[in-house]
């Protein structure tokens, strides 16, 4: 099979050179172009000197007639704001996208505008899919413009979609509190939140009920009639990778650990990245790291009729990069786990 | 004035070498004795090298007859179960005891035997103080026997205290979301769960919704007259030092922003150790490592009609041994920052 | 092709873990046997809980018998003193052995007694071949006895070989001083110095002119006819992967920059796992974690005709894990990037 | 005693915060002006939220006449180069000043100028006093301009200076390895280097041969008649304080162990802040994080007729802000170890 030609918008930032580590692997596609913005005419090799001897070429432009020129397919891992006229005219030329920024994500504009700003391609927000496999994978399967889930969402949705769609929880009672390592935050723009002695042997708290997040948690999990909402509250952890998520849901009713695993098993029985573990057994991020899982551990804390879930993934993993090759396995009909098999490297 | 003797019981874990730290520069006491278990008979700064140079003195056996007969006040810093046969023969002894297990800290017996075991000198739990000033400063004055609270239940009764007092908060709603260092550990057990390389990147839960310090927080929080019930949820961050609670309570009625800051503002004006911090900041561990200091941030989510509350302290200073000191500050009538006025080592 | 099947002894350890990691994607072999010892009879998905959902089987005793029968290779992830028996059974039985261990890495029973301890099977020290390729590739072409070399040894050898096979290095002048990862103390053995809160924020030395690699860097770096020796200072560093080197010695005479790069390029052009850095830049740790790669960095000090060399590995990849696979891919004619591919994951 | 007034300039940084914490608890001195560049008319509890509740005083300018009028003396927390002038003015004025910079540690004008540029004031550079005290006590009492060390001469020069006087070390083969955290590279240049998630779990070289602090250890090796030069070679550790030097020098004729032991005992007895470790001990920086501390260990390699000298120090402690409370202490006559006599908070 001929390869088909994919293009990296923002190859220089970290969803980027993640994306690049495991297209190396992907033996049906091929990247013919790396785009950046304050790194263009840099070798990539000069900006991750990880990939010195191994990925020489340079990062050029971000020039979008080129790139549907070459390719197919494109990656654009770009910031919401500056992605949306981009993704226009990548699908205006045809281009199959996978768009890692916010600008897609949303069905509703006005909730888009509220948290976001002005959007400039409203008419493609009905058409643009959310890339969450779990809860749309026949939706995946041939779209053309694919927007790959915030990574606090798809720890956040992961976790409470099953008791949601069961109807085990009251729709105003859930509070998602992630604890997310520093790469989230990105690698160009660098400030103090990032500064390794700030960072360093400290938890934090930040944007509690007000981050841009919440909208896209409450679209997912309003997909099953209910109107949902949800209390987000984000922590800042010195590590580099990962998100673990611990949701709070109160029961509608008295329901057994038992009960609800079986429920999560069967909603997850399937799927090739999410584990349900076994009960009493809790997620650890680092077991996730590199990897596109996303781990659930399940506590029903019968004294207060309250479901508490625990997910873990990789922010960079099932929250970004491998989530978006995941949905582009999918959309092109290939099998799911094709360059996605590894474990996390241990320790 | 003569400074009063002092003896140190479980001086070579993590909280009794916080606790000699302190005491070092404390101008009214003496540490004239060093116990320990399986330390007894090394020199603590062969088993603490950062003391080389400083205090070569000898741990000695665990001995309560030979402490209480050189020293005034004992620092109990033994783990539950353990610690009470010991206090309760002080207790008869005539000395004044700072305990850092949980034996004392449970006003109800059943509620101690449930989380932990028998217990052989219940008589002494209506007698013994819980050592968290901000709520028991008077019962603090003059007591002989005092309970430290545990980490986790001191940064979530700071953090729900003034909400629950006012009325604010469902007694049935309270969540409790901790993230701690490793050091509430120990030292003395050696697990997979200390192991640099499997806590190092990554963040976990564990115990949650049975975690033995869930009865304290209850208990606490039920002083004014309402029942309150908590979920816990404790994480395990890759850090040293430091909590950081994430807590959460129904509000009854809407309530703004501003009102809750006065009424916290109030609670804590005259404290010294617990910092109200301005609207619209939060709070992060490491402002507090090595001090006393408890800050505190809020944040009301008007669409769910929802108190947050995030608490930092140090679990090894104000969840452990700094609020020992100040303890006995209170207790013995001295200035209660006495000892405990230096600011976080930064960065 | 069928694949050859292979048994892992140690595989609960991070070097017999992080083997199997990588023989997952190896498309030549199968790994039928995961043995070992302290955690035989559990499950390696209970052991390691990164593995849950991946592989579940069972670990067996470290039967040398049945593994011999089952399986072609035999990968020995062992301590020293306890591989030797049963490599020299393995070997007996006409099998192919990695050994992981110390035990067949020194040409010299005198020097591996007074190292390590006596040597019970030291008619195989002549018949072991050393696994570095970049210094034995011929002879690990269809070796049977393959001893892995050590972590802190791989990465001195590889930065000092050229210089010292060019004559450039005073044969008494070498020092090595290693910064190493915690997880080179393993994992089994849980002791302070593996503690999460001793090692974090500290950097410290240890076993200096005295730790056992000595004597394997001075057997290598004396292939070329003259003796030569050093002194070698192991460091720890709180990160869990990866060991820098600084290696120093002194010219002969003066020699530019440009003349020892010309040397390094020239002795590694070939190898498809060493990078030699371009002038001016020097290596991270981190640019080789998880991986096979050695990134070498080199400095001339004119002021005092030194030279200074630094290369970066990881300890469980090129100085161990990998190490072991890509010997396994030249003894057998196989590719010699088969299943070493892949770069860091970054960040 | 009335407290002598103290203005800080460079407030906002890591010195200038580090030497707040350590001046608070001076009984002889009144901070009475915080000064900055970037930071001026910010609160220091603003860009410091760890002071938040402690010290709300706003930053100023840094306007050296003012300073002078109402302070006696200054700390100048600034960068080389920015330094010099206003250290001149502060001179001319009458004022006693800790300086921070590398603007007047180097005796020679020329050596500055070929490692920093230009010299404005190279008469001040003889008047100047190298504060060390463990070699320049004497000159330190009265002085008026004290030029506080660099953090890696201090760890450098305190390693090996008593064998160099003893003439054990041959002048040209003194090697400096040292081991940095990353607080280092300040606080106010937010680089690649200092972004958390590049510089966790990985350790790395940079500016070997040719970093600014090499003039600064040669001379102060140099003292006693023999000209020292150094190879001198700097790493990134991901920790935020602390550096460990592990020096080496070749020995002239063979000395035990124990003569060497002897020789840093002699030379250190009387020093408060310096302790020599016992044979067979090794340092970590951790035991001496936010003190003004120096371990030193100690290894004669007897096989290659070397000797290794381990030293940790904190390099905002005594490699920065305490050494100059040291100086002033010695200065002003003052019992030397004042406001110093704390331990490392462990862990």
């Known amino acids: 099979m001929d390869k088909v030609q994919v293009a990296v918008f923002g190859a220089a930032g970290y969803g980027g050179v993640e994306l690049l580590r495991l297209l190396r692997r992907h033996p049906y596609v091929e990247v013919v172009r790396l785009a950046g913005h304050t790194t263009a005419g840099e070798r990539i090799d000069e900006v991750y000197p990880h990939l010195a001897g191994v990925d020489g070429r340079t990062i050029t432009e971000s020039n979008v007639e080129e790139a549907c020129t070459e390719a197919e397919i494109i990656f654009a891992a770009l910031p919401h704001g500056t992605s949306m006229e981009f993704v226009a005219a990548a699908v205006a030329a045809g281009r199959q996208i996978l768009d890692f920024s916010a600008d897609f994500r949303l069905r509703s504009r006005q909730a888009y505008e509220q948290y976001y700003g ?13 890339g969450l496999p779990e809860l749309h994978r026949t939706e995946i399967v041939g779209a053309q413009l694919i927007a790959v889930p915030g990574c606090y969402p798809t720890g956040a949705i992961l976790a409470m979609a099953p008791a949601v769609r069961a109807g085990l929880i009251e729709p105003d009672s859930i509070i998602i509190d992630s604890k997310s390592g ?3 935050a990105g690698r160009s723009k660098l400030t103090l939140t990032t500064h390794f002695c700030e960072v360093d042997e400290s938890v934090s708290a930040y944007n509690i009920a007000t981050h841009r997040h919440t909208p896209e948690m409450e679209q997912e999990l309003s997909l099953w009639g209910e109107s949902v909402t949800v209390t987000f509250s984000p922590h800042l952890i010195p590590m580099s990778r990962g998100i673990l998520t611990t949701a709070y849901g109160k029961l509608r009713s008295a329901v057994t650990a038992a009960e609800v695993h079986e429920i999560y098993a069967e909603a997850y029985g399937e ?13 650890a991020t680092k077991h996730v790291t590199g990897t596109n899982f996303c781990n659930i551990g399940l506590v029903v804390d019968e004294r207060n009729q309250r479901l508490i879930v625990v997910s873990a993934i990789d922010n960079l993993g099932k929250g970004l990069s491998s989530a978006a090759v995941q949905c582009l396995n999918i959309a092109r009909g290939w099998p799911e786990t094709t360059a996605l098999d590894d474990v996390a490297v241990w320790p």
Chains 1, 2, 3, 4 share one sequence.
């Open 271 to 283: 799927e090739p990245f999410v584990h349900v573990l076994s009960p009493g057994k809790l997620p």
């Open 118 to 130: 002005e959007h400039v391609a409203p008419e493609l927000l009905s058409q643009a899919v959310y």
């Open 182 to 184: 520093v790469s989230g």
